[in-house]
């Protein structure tokens, strides 16, 4: 016995070990709750990735709802996603709006001309200091801001064709009919 039992104590704290890290998962991190949800969408006025000499503002996308997708060229999830933001953004139902996140921008303009560009503007947060204000903590990220400026909805991690149907298109029809 006394040769079994430090295996057995090894195999009991490993499996404690295993089961805290189980049960202290968060199951969805898409239900991190946002504070946001509800007000106003933090100002921002940031360049432009393509042209940084031009500027884009929160004030200028006021009067029409918007999504702000959060990417990087560095971000493997973002990648997964564009497919699916792309065939949404195509539909052109909304203003859909890039938001390069501590990334390069010879990174990011490359990025974009090999996986192609579906955004209608794409502002660069080189050092992530707004990103600070809107709660971003990783990419990527999608957020939905009515005309008035108001977050209506966000999603943390890869947009997929279900979300699209079940939760950003419903809350686009919501916002719109808040006008």
Excluded at 25 to 48: E, N, V
Excluded at 83 to 107: C, M
């Amino acid at each position: 016995m006394k040769r079994w039992l430090p295996l057995i104590v090894f195999v009991t704290l490993g499996a404690l070990l295993a089961a805290g890290v189980w049960l202290s998962r968060k199951p969805d991190r898409d239900a991190l709750p946002s504070p946001l949800i509800g007000k106003p969408a933090p100002a921002f006025d940031l360049p432009l990735l393509h042209d940084p000499e031009h500027r884009l503002s929160s004030k200028k996308l006021r009067g029409a709802p918007y999504v702000m997708n959060v990417w990087g060229s560095w971000c493997a999830e973002c990648r997964v996603e564009h497919p699916v933001l792309t065939r949404f953004a195509e539909t052109k139902r909304v203003r859909v709006i890039g938001y390069n996140w501590k990334d390069e921008r010879a990174d990011a303009l490359r990025w974009l001309e090999q996986f192609g560009n579906p955004f209608m503007a794409v502002v660069a947060d080189t050092e992530g200091k707004t990103a600070i204000d809107w709660g971003i903590y990783g990419a990527p990220e999608t957020f939905l801001v009515d005309g008035k400026g108001i977050v209506r909805w966000k999603h943390v991690g890869p947009l997929t064709d279900t979300v699209v149907m079940e939760e950003l298109l419903p809350a686009l029809e919501a916002a719109e009919s808040k006008r």
